[in-house]
Structure formats: structure tokens, C-alpha cells
């Protein structure tokens, strides 16, 4: 097989106990890797209409080309299955960092699909060229952290990479986690509950071929300058601004970014939806938490954007983002109840923003008095209240109380409750939103409505935050930004957050940027390109763009294949339509590319963006465009057929032709 | 002989990337095999929630034990950098080497048959230039005073009882934790 690539898929049927392998090159040519070959295989080996919690429904895990190359940030594996959080279900996908994903192809496989249903409970180890069949009725029951431990003890190795659900997975909680090295993602753990899947466990000790090991080195140091150059710019800045420079993480643009641009640039959303203005923010700052807890830095590649953090009387647990991003969305004040409040979710394997805003929610319905402590088995959803915070996780991981409907989806709670709840209840196909404010930033609404795997957050770097930049003396990158923005789009609105023009193209530019970095395998955290080439589409320390050059650069090197910039572009776009078109066969329409109909009927009810809302009228005409650029019908939002044969995909054009899901009638605008 | 330097470790700023196993084996070996990395992450979980891992690498000792006992006389110092070298055609694999080295850091190539161990990748160590954190550090020999050596050591040997991991260990790094809070 060719450089980069482990050469193998290994197919497993939980039903059966066999497994079979085939050639990754039928795949690689045409859809490169990654999650464009996931999205590939979840099309071709699923059929329409399979539930998320069938055997039928396949599990598809894959590590990109670049990944366990040596290329700094090649450490990604991506999942990719029927997400049964989504209502009505549709795709899904996470991707996660860690050691599983080059440990997988050191075992010489690129991707894995699992099917069928174990009789029980099972946990599949995989060493090099074996698999076994474990069985795993001793870890049913326990959370993630006992479970990684008796794995680990089991098989007498530490070294092995450990991907498993906790409880809530095995429960059919809908809102489970996969989680791997104290990361998790989107909702689909509950999939492998319901497969009586607890674990996937790789260990690889095979070697990878690559066409040009001495450009990979030279291409790490050019990616590490980068990252000690930003360094280097952070300690100044915190100088000039006197502000504290955290030593924690050290090369990460991570904490302190969302403590400064979602509080200074008013973004950020208290309470449930109700606006910046709470006297107390500064209370929920990550900053001096991590000040106070941080043990020790940790991660999985040399940036290290993850911290070991402690609370006496609670426990050890390794951090990221979390919990520093909801804590206001709450009223919380105490952030080391945050902290366990995450660490729980760890350890059940749980969502923490599908806990934490149906919490906002149901705090603010026993303020207006719609429900009362006998619909919360007794316990006060009282603004700030970690206790009751606590007491839902527990609920709902153990499906005990009334946690028993919210585990199978916040709708079911909500009809449960009544009308006035569900009336309140702010959800995207039943996936419910995050702290992040939309009605200020037309570009992301557009581009969280019409992703396929319904992300709960889309980082649309096209747009800046020129409050943010001026009121810490970045002038100049805010110039930048509008430079750019004449440049590439004709007008400087395409950047500015709250304007409707030219968002469309942003929107595409972005789902292209995450496509790449997840078929490669290579985290968008670390930048490849140069400082001036990413520095405008940095939000204050958000995912740096992709800069293409240097992806194909790395690329190159790797696995010795030429490409240019559109056909990069191209092999993002057929990953994109593959999981569109997966959406398409089960039945959805523009109708489903939406957001909560909340973000067009309330302003934002303080603050410097007071009285922003969503145009409905200008946001369909947004989608109409993008629509129209991607080559899509109008009326349905479904590709064409010449959208298809453009990027080779004949045979879903065929497929969907079939079940009547191709438009009739060409219609753009 | 240029001024002898060493890659001094300090277990308690790794972050358990293993990063440098990859470029090591990519700079060696020209494809990317932790397994045939001159330095070896040894990384243990506690408590099923978090790593702790230790970089194991050559030292260059003063007096070498794997030179002392090599019965090939495969084992030589280089004139430039200081660092202890194998002869791969004079070394015919017998693993006195390896027993003998008191950190593991010798071993043997399945395929070739023959030792390999960190040879400080003539004076430019690659696992040095990716190491962010500081763990790995490439410093005058001299310059390393018996203190530091000491301080490395005894990070070293407490975290590798860690890596041991025995429960009643596992407890004691567990409230040290708790204590640092």
C-alpha cells in the first residue's frame, strides 16, 4: 500500500464474532481518508431507514493519512454512525485526539466498521493482525475511569488505546459519549450500548511507511516555530495589557481566549438566553480556577492543550474547554462544583452541554413557576445550584427519577412537562444549544443550520470581533480582516458578524476547512500555515483557518501524492454531499436545516448587541444562496444530479433516484 | 571531541504526548515506529483518569555497562558528540547490552538483530527540538551539576514507581495531588 496508509479495513460483526479485511486503496483514491472515507462507507454500508440502535446501524471508526505519520497533530481518529441524539435521527460524527488513532493504523488498519449485536456484553481488543472477542459482563455497570483501569490490568499492558462508554452508553442514554484518554464529542455512545459494545481497545506495533520522513521533520519544526512564535506574542500581549498570563496550557490558544472574547466581546450567553448582563460573571472566569487546580499539562501532541486539574474532596481529572464555557448559562459561582459536575460526566460518559442546558432550561420553568420540585423528584431547580445540577447527571446516566425522560431525549421531557415547557425549549432536532450566542452572528446560524451531523457549534472564522480587537490595541488585525474580506467576497459585511451578505461563501469555506483537517486526521488546534495566513481568520484564539498549502505540503511529504488546492477542496465537498445525501435518503428536507424558531422571535435582551435577532426572511434568503452555490435544489435542499456526477458520486445520484430523493426540476436561484 | 552534552530528563513536564518516539523512529528509521524509538514513553494510568509517563532514554553514562560487557567490543564512543555508538556490524544480537543497562534503554531491532539505543542524532537530538514542554532538554554535561542530576534522578525514580503503579503507590500520588491543592 502506499505511504501514510496502514492499507487495511477491517471489518468486525459483533453478531457473528468474525472479521474480515479489504484494501483501504479502493477506497483512498477517491475519497482520500478519514472521515471521507467514513462518510463513504457509513452511505454504502447502512440502509435507509435502520434505526441508530439496530445492528444494522454500523459503526465506522477511521484515522486520516497524516495520522501516526510524526506530523505534529496527526493524532486524530474520527467515529461515524446514526447519531441517535438528533430527532428525527440523522448523521453523525466526532472526532477526537489521542493515541487510538495511531495505535489503529500501527496495527495496520485505516478504518474499522462494526456491525451486528453482541449476545453480551463484549469489548473488542484488537493487537496487530488479531482481534478478540473479550467479554466484558465484568465492566457493564461501571463508569469510563473503572473501566480503562480494569482493561488496562486485564490485558497487562498500558499502553494499549481505549475507547469505551460508561453507563450511560449502556442504558441507551441518548445524550452518551464514546470517550477516549478523557475526551469525548458528540452523542453516540449510546449506539454501542445498545450493540452491548463496551469497549474498543487497539494496540499497534507495527510501523508506518512514509514517502519522505526528513520533510515531515522539517515541516514539525516550521509548525513549532508557529506555536513558540504565538507563545512568544501571548506573554507580550498579557504584558501590555497587564493582564495575567497563564502558564497553563502553555501553547494553547484555549482558557483565557474564551474568558476574554466571550465576556469582553459581550457574546456569551447567562442564564437561559437572557444576555450578558449578570453582576457575577467574573465569578465563573476559567482563569484563576486553573490558576488554583492545574496539576500539570497534559495532551496528545505536543501543544498539550489539556490540563490534570484536582479539587480536594472531589478527585483528579484531566480538563480542556470544559467546564469553563457553561458555568454562566447556570449562575454558578462555584466553579470547583463545575468541576465535578464535568468530571461526573466523564466518568458516566455523558454529554455535558446536553445536561448543563436542559438544566438552564428547567431552572428557568421553576422560576416562572411552570414546574415544580414534584416534576424534579423533590429537589429545587434553583438558579446557581450545583446540587441539582448534580442530581440530574445521576439521574439521567442511571436513568433513575425523572432523569428517565431526559435520557431519552430533551423532547421527551419536554412533552412530558407540558406545553408551556415545550413552548420554552430552545433545540435544534432535539439537540439542544450551547453558551455561545447566535443572534449577533448571522454567518454561524447559517452554517449550524445546515450541517449535516447538526453541530451544535460552528466556528465561522470568517467573522471578527472588531470590539474584541480594538479594546485590546489589535487594530491592525481587524483592517486585515476587512482587507480580506474586500478582496475575497467584494465587501467588508462578509466579515462583520451580524450582517447577512456574502455569508454563505464563508459558511462553505468553513465546512471545507473542518472536512479537511478530519479526513487528514490532523487537529485544526495546531496551525500549519504561515502567521499572516491565518492571522485575520483567528477569532481571538479560535481554530486557526486550513491553510491549504501547508496541509498539502504535509500531505506530500507523507504519502508522496501531488494535488492542487481545488481538488483538496473537492474531496471535502464529496465528504460534505456523501453525509448530506445520507440525511437525504432518510427523509429530510430544507424544512429540517433550521434554527430554533427562539433565535428568530427574541432579541438579545442586553448588552452591546441589544435587540439583535435573526431576520427569518434575510436568514432563508442566506440559505437559498448556499443552497445554490453548493448546487443544491432550493426547494428541497437536496443536490442535484449534476451535483453528484461532478464529484464522481453517479451511484448515490442512482440510489436516491430510486427512493425518489434526487429533485425533479433544477431550481436556483 | 566537542564539549559533551546529555539529554537531560525531567519526568514531571512530560504530557504524555509521545511525540518523540515518532520523530525518533522517523529520523532513524525513515518510517514512523515508536516501537523502534531510541526513547521509550513509559506511561502508566492512574486510577483509570489520568497519565503519568516517564521518558526512558540513554544517559551516555561515565561507565558505560553495555560497552563493559559487549564480548564484540561493538560498542564505541564518538569522537564528536560523545555518545555511545553500536558497531551493527560487529554486533551480533546477543542482549548482553540490555540486561545490562540499569533504565531499558538498549534494544534489540526484530528485523536487523542488532542493538539500537539513542545516539543523540550527531549533536541535533530530534526528540529535543519537538519536546514543548521542557521534559527533554539538551544540556553540557558539564553544566549539569550533581544537584540537577539529583533533582532528575529523584523525579525520575518516584515517577517510575508511579509507572509500577501499585494501588497503595497509586493512593500516595493521589493525595500528594490533593495536597498540591
Redesign the interface.
Known amino acids: 500500500m502506499a505511504y501514510g496508509y496502514a492499507g487495511n479495513i477491517l471489518r468486525i460483526d459483533l453478531t457473528e464474532e468474525s472479521v474480515s479485511k479489504t484494501p483501504t486503496s479502493e477506497y483512498a483514491r477517491d475519497f482520500l481518508g478519514g472521515r471521507g472515507i467514513n462518510a463513504k462507507l457509513m452511505f454504502e454500508e447502512s440502509k435507509a431507514g435502520v434505526s441508530a440502535f439496530d445492528p444494522d446501524n454500523p459503526v465506522i471508526i477511521g484515522a486520516g493519512p497524516l495520522v501516526g505519520t510524526g506530523i505534529v497533530g496527526g493524532v486524530r481518529h474520527e467515529i461515524t454512525t446514526r447519531s441517535p441524539e438528533q430527532v428525527p435521527e440523522g448523521f453523525g460524527n466526532v472526532g477526537s485526539g489521542g493515541t487510538f488513532g495511531p495505535q489503529m493504523k500501527y496495527a495496520g488498519y485505516d478504518h474499522m466498521v462494526i456491525r451486528g449485536k453482541a449476545s453480551k456484553p463484549t469489548y473488542i481488543y484488537i493487537e496487530n493482525d488479531d482481534v478478540f472477542f473479550k467479554d466484558a459482563s465484568h465492566l457493564w455497570g461501571k463508569g469510563v475511569f473503572e473501566t480503562n483501569k480494569l482493561i488496562r490490568e486485564e490485558l497487562g499492558d498500558p499502553e494499549v488505546a481505549i475507547l469505551a462508554i460508561g453507563q450511560a452508553g449502556e442504558r441507551l442514554v441518548r445524550v452518551a459519549t464514546i470517550e477516549h484518554e478523557y475526551r469525548s464529542g458528540t452523542a453516540l455512545g449510546a449506539v454501542w450500548g445498545a450493540k452491548n459494545l463496551k469497549a474498543v481497545v487497539v494496540r499497534g506495533t507495527k510501523g508506518l511507511k512514509v514517502y519522505d520522513a526528513d520533510k515531515i521533520l522539517e515541516l514539525n519544526k516550521y509548525i513549532l516555530d508557529r506555536i513558540k512564535e504565538s507563545l512568544r506574542e501571548r506573554i507580550e500581549w498579557s504584558k501590555k495589557n497587564g493582564k495575567p498570563f497563564m502558564p497553563y496550557p502553555k501553547y494553547c490558544l484555549g482558557i483565557d481566549a474564551i474568558d476574554e472574547y466571550m465576556i469582553m466581546e459581550k457574546k456569551a450567553i447567562t442564564g437561559y438566553f437572557k444576555g450578558i448582563e449578570w453582576p457575577d460573571i467574573e465569578k465563573t472566569r476559567g482563569v484563576p480556577f486553573v490558576m488554583k487546580r492545574l496539576v500539570r499539562q497534559t495532551g496528545c501532541c505536543p501543544l498539550s492543550c489539556e490540563g490534570l486539574m484536582g479539587v480536594p474532596g472531589i478527585g483528579v481529572a484531566v480538563m480542556k474547554c470544559d467546564p469553563f464555557w457553561w458555568p454562566w448559562q447556570l449562575y454558578l459561582t462555584d466553579m470547583d462544583k463545575a468541576f465535578e459536575a464535568t468530571r461526573l460526566c466523564s466518568d458516566y460518559g455523558i454529554d455535558n452541554q446536553d445536561i448543563v442546558t436542559p438544566v438552564s432550561w428547567l431552572m428557568q420553568l421553576y422560576e416562572d413557576g411552570i414546574i415544580t420540585t414534584k416534576d424534579t423528584d423533590g429537589v429545587p431547580m434553583e438558579w446557581g445550584s450545583g446540587e441539582a445540577l448534580i442530581h440530574v447527571i445521576h439521574s439521567v446516566a442511571n436513568r433513575k427519577g425523572f432523569g428517565n425522560a431526559l435520557a431519552d431525549g430533551v423532547l421527551t421531557l419536554a412533552k412530558k412537562l407540558g406545553p408551556r415547557a415545550q413552548e420554552l425549549l430552545v433545540h435544534r432536532r432535539g439537540i439542544v444549544a450551547n453558551s455561545d450566542e447566535f443572534r449577533n452572528q448571522a454567518g454561524a446560524a447559517l452554517g449550524t443550520a445546515v450541517d449535516p451531523t447538526c453541530g451544535r457549534e460552528n466556528w465561522y472564522t470568517e467573522e471578527i470581533w472588531d470590539t474584541y480587537l480594538k479594546e485590546t490595541g489589535q487594530e491592525s488585525e481587524v483592517e486585515e480582516a476587512y482587507a480580506h474580506a474586500r478582496k475575497t467576497y467584494g465587501t467588508e459585511k462578509a466579515v462583520i458578524p451580524w450582517e447577512y451578505e456574502k455569508k454563505a461563501e464563508g459558511v462553505i469555506i468553513n465546512e471545507y476547512d473542518e472536512r479537511i483537517g478530519d479526513i487528514f486526521g490532523r487537529c485544526c488546534f495546531v496551525p500549519a500555515g504561515t502567521e499572516a495566513e491565518a492571522r485575520w481568520s483567528h477569532e481571538v484564539g479560535m481554530p486557526a483557518k486550513v491553510v491549504y498549502p501547508a496541509e498539502l505540503a504535509i500531505y506530500k511529504a507523507v504519502t508522496g501524492i501531488d494535488f492542487n488546492e481545488s481538488q483538496l477542496t473537492t474531496f471535502a465537498e464529496k465528504t460534505l454531499t456523501l453525509e448530506k445525501a445520507y440525511n437525504v435518503r432518510e427523509g429530510f428536507t430544507r424544512e429540517d436545516e433550521q434554527i430554533s424558531e427562539y433565535w428568530f422571535k427574541n432579541p438579545i435582551p442586553d448588552g452591546p448587541h441589544k435587540g439583535k435577532v435573526i431576520d427569518k426572511a434575510k436568514f432563508e434568503k442566506m440559505k437559498d444562496e448556499y443552497y445554490t452555490l453548493r448546487g443544491w435544489d432550493t426547494e428541497t435542499g437536496w443536490p442535484i444530479r449534476e451535483t453528484y456526477e461532478r464529484l464522481g458520486l453517479k451511484d448515490v445520484a442512482d440510489s436516491l433516484q430510486k427512493l425518489g430523493k434526487l429533485p425533479k426540476a433544477k431550481k436556483q436561484i | 571531541m566537542r564539549k559533551p552534552k546529555v539529554i537531560l530528563v525531567d519526568p ?2 512530560c ?5 518523540c518516539e ?2 525518533c ?3 532513524h ?8 524509538s531510541r526513547i521509550k514513553i513509559m ?3 492512574v ?5 503519568v509517563s516517564v521518558p526512558v532514554l540513554c544517559q551516555q553514562c561515565e561507565m558505560p555497562m553495555c560497552k563493559e560487557v559487549c564480548p564484540m567490543e561493538a560498542i564505541y564512543q564518538d569522537s564528536e558528540t560523545g555518545a555511545y555508538l553500536i558497531n551493527e556490524e560487529r554486533c551480533i544480537g546477543c542482549r548482553m547490552c540490555v540486561i545490562s543497562c540499569p533504565l531499558g534503554a538498549i534494544e534489540i531491532d526484530p528485523v536487523k538483530h542488532t542493538a539500537f539505543k539513542c545516539d543523540l542524532c550527531e549533536g541535533d537530538p ?1 526528540c529535543v ?5 521542557g521534559a527533554l532538554t539538551y544540556v553540557d554535561k558539564d553544566k549539569v551539576g550533581f544537584s540537577e542530576r539529583r533533582e532528575a534522578l529523584k523525579k525520575l525514580s518516584d515517577r517510575l514507581v508511579l ?1 509500577a ?1 501499585t494501588p497503595s503507590e497509586v493512593a500516595i500520588e ?1 493525595d500528594k ?2 495536597e ?2
Open positions: 514531571d513536564k504530557t504524555s504526548c509521545k511525540q515518532k520523530v523512529s522517523l529520523k528509521g525513515g518510517e514512523c515506529n515508536p516501537a523502534l506511561r502508566n494510568e486510577m483509570g483518569q489520568y497519565f530530534e527540538k519537538v519536546c514543548l514542554s509507572v503503579g493521589a495531588v490533593r498540591a491543592n
